[in-house]
């Protein structure tokens, strides 16, 4: 990979990585993002970019507002002030569906997936932006209909041989365990094609094995779709091997924002996780 | 030993997701398709037509139509009831206002016209969920029924206030009206389950189906990842008035041919298709004809044993009726919620490994 990649020209704003990745343009921009929740604030005064092709990971103790900011991102609220831009734009407030539009999809950090459908509805409603059909044409189903859902199906199949989910495709994934309902979870972001894939705590609750495997699944994302990826997760080894760069939360602001080594040598962020004693 | 899908291999994408996988399935299907097109109408009289086979068709197009707004949409309606009136009374009102359009029309637009008013009652749900979204439309029934009685305009200021079915036909052959032919009534409403069941499973397989089973697993998983609630809900609302509009207009012109509407189309009726759902199976199709000809049946069999068989007073084995019907749906809310439907796959799945289970 880095043999094909190392004569490319960087772009503006973009840099390489320690394993010769390049890292592209900015894709989203937040400036000064602030989120109030009555007296309560929850994000003061944010600002970090995240560029096309990196992955991108959020630490921060808990209630330090990473989720609050993931959720900013994905539409779900609305910061009362501050500005999200997105491949160059400024985006005005949207409801969720329409960031999805948009082309940022997102899993949970308590799975939400659809409980009575099977593995196979769970990837296929993660490609609801890009049917077309019409209800009449649906309610007919010859034709068009037909024709789009093989469509699809052909490359939900895809994401399905790329998680190794085969054996559960016809499962409703109620009965499924835990770690491998996280894998449709990703499964069913991935099935939209995301330009940005957010990800809450992908890895909470996992045994080591089940960790190494999701790891592998962010990293081969990543690689070979070129999806931009912003993660929170508390396993601070995986987030240091993971990522290109750390943005540190502590009680809503800011603390550190760099690259793991930068962020690890930050006097600022081992006091946020170590606790120091305040005069 | 015979059913399973072992050797049945599937090739392509529309195969391996057609309605009936298994080739025992499928042949049982179209067994059922040829009796009840090609057999029955021959063999029915007017007893078997108007105390099983209408009554169970027309009641399986309401349950379906409950079942997409419930079973798979996951808003509760108590409103069946209301809408089966609005497509009754629509009917009624196309029927004598254009007598020279065939009355098929006129049933398909009063299921538009249904359709339209269950949006309407339908916008609540943007706001509202679960009970509160229920004692919504239970005023939806309330207020429509009301609204039939006092406005003499629906029923074309009759002086008893009841609408009463005039003669039409298809083909020349009457399908509403006091001299309609037994197996006719049964062909008109059999024609219209069969295609709306078809119509029902083509929506519930594809994406409009997966939208509205998003909504009601996780409302905000779904709004997450793309799906906007509000057409989500309101088409959910329409397509399950439609439906319910339908069989509204089918049970008033060809099964009762004459209806008061708070005695046809009261609270009663909700429940009575909300219970044939719960106890047919929420989300599935099939359910929805098990719950319908279980409900439609087993007052027909419970009259046949008890008062036919056994000689009890008539009363009492109403009562005796409601009692083990409401027992029924509490031993199938604790035993089995997914219902009738839910047995049968379960039956199924026991099936494939006879006689060999290990």
């Known amino acids: 990979m880095s043999s094909l990649t190392h004569k490319q020209e960087i772009p503006e704003g973009g840099y390489r990585t320690p394993d010769g990745r390049i890292i592209g343009g900015v894709l989203m921009d937040l400036k000064h993002i602030t989120l109030r929740f009555g007296g309560v604030v929850a994000i003061k005064d944010i600002s970090f970019d995240i560029r096309e092709g990196e992955i991108r990971a959020i630490i921060g103790p808990n209630g330090a507002g990473k989720s609050s900011m993931l959720n900013v991102i994905s539409g779900f609220y609305v910061p009362q002030e501050g500005e999200i831009w997105f491949r160059g734009q400024k985006r005005p407030p949207l409801k969720p569906y329409q960031v999805a539009r948009q082309g940022v999809a997102r899993t949970f950090q308590n799975i939400a997936l659809f409980k009575g459908m099977t593995t196979l509805d769970n990837i296929m409603t993660g490609r609801v932006t890009k049917m077309k059909s019409n209800m009449l044409e649906q309610a007919i189903w010859w034709g068009k209909a037909e024709r789009e859902e093989s469509e699809h199906r052909e490359k939900v199949e895809e994401i399905i041989d790329f998680l190794e989910i085969q054996a559960i495709r016809k499962t409703p994934v109620g009965r499924l365990p835990y770690g491998l309902q996280k894998r449709v979870e990703l499964g069913r972001a991935l099935a939209a094609e995301p330009d940005l894939l957010l990800l809450d705590e992908p890895m909470a609750g996992m045994n080591v094995e089940e960790k190494e495997d999701m790891s592998r699944f962010i990293l081969d994302v990543n690689d070979e779709y070129g999806t931009t990826i912003a993660l929170i997760e508390h396993d601070m080894g995986v987030v240091m091997d993971l990522s290109d760069r750390v943005v540190v939360m502590d009680y809503g602001k800011k603390i550190g924002d760099g690259t793991p080594d930068e962020v690890r040598n930050n006097q600022a962020v081992i006091d946020a996780y170590l606790g120091v004693v305040h005069e | ?358």
């Not at chain 2, 109408?41 to 399986?60: M, R, T």
């Not at chain 2, 497509?87 to 009063?110: D, Q, R, V, W």
């Not at chain 2, 749900?125 to 939806?140: C, D, E, M, N």
């Not at chain 2, 994406?207 to 088409?235: C, F, H, Q």
């Open chain 2, 1 to 358: 030993m015979f059913y399973r899908e072992a050797g049945d291999f599937k090739t392509s994408y529309v195969e391996d997701s057609q309605t009936f996988p298994i080739r025992l399935d499928r042949r049982g299907y179209y067994a059922i398709i040829f009796i009840a097109f090609a057999v029955i109408p021959f063999l029915i009289n007017d007893y078997w037509a108007n105390a099983v086979f209408v009554p169970f068709l027309i009641y399986s197009i309401a349950a379906i139509g409950l079942n997409i707004l419930t079973g798979y949409a996951g808003q509760v309606s108590l409103g069946t009831g209301g809408f089966m009136a609005v497509g009754a009374f629509a009917c009624y009102k196309l029927m004598t206002a254009f007598p020279e359009i065939n009355i098929i029309f006129h049933i398909l637009i009063s299921g538009g016209i249904t359709a339209a008013v269950g949006m309407a009652f339908g916008l609540p749900s943007l706001r509202i969920k679960g009970f509160y979204l229920a004692v919504a439309t239970l005023a939806a029934q309330f207020f429509l029924v009301w609204l039939f009685n006092k406005v003499p305009w629906f029923y074309n200021y009759s002086a008893s206030g009841q609408i009463s079915a005039p003669e039409r036909t298809v083909f020349g052959i009457a399908v509403t009206g006091p001299h309609t032919a037994a197996w006719a009534k049964y062909m008109i409403s059999l024609v219209f389950v069969f295609v709306l069941a078809w119509v029902a499973r083509n929506l519930t397989r594809g994406t409009v189906g997966r939208k509205w089973m998003a909504i009601r697993d996780m409302d905000i998983a779904a709004e997450i990842i793309g799906v906007n609630p509000l057409p989500a809900k309101l088409s959910a609302f329409a397509v399950s008035s439609f439906f319910v509009g339908i069989a509204g207009a089918l049970f008033f012109a060809v099964y009762l041919g004459a209806a008061e509407v708070g005695e046809a189309f009261g609270p009663q009726k909700s429940f009575l298709v909300l219970f044939m759902i719960i106890i047919g199976g929420l989300g599935s199709i099939f359910g929805s004809f098990a719950g319908a000809a279980f409900m439609v049946l087993l007052p027909v069999l419970l009259k046949n044993v008890l008062v036919g068989g056994l000689g009890w007073p008539t009363d009492l084995a109403a009562q005796f009726e409601i009692m083990l019907v409401g027992a029924l749906i509490i031993i199938f809310l604790i035993a089995e919620p997914h219902g009738i439907a839910q047995l049968w796959r379960i039956t199924k799945e026991k099936l494939r490994l006879w006689p060999f289970p290990h």
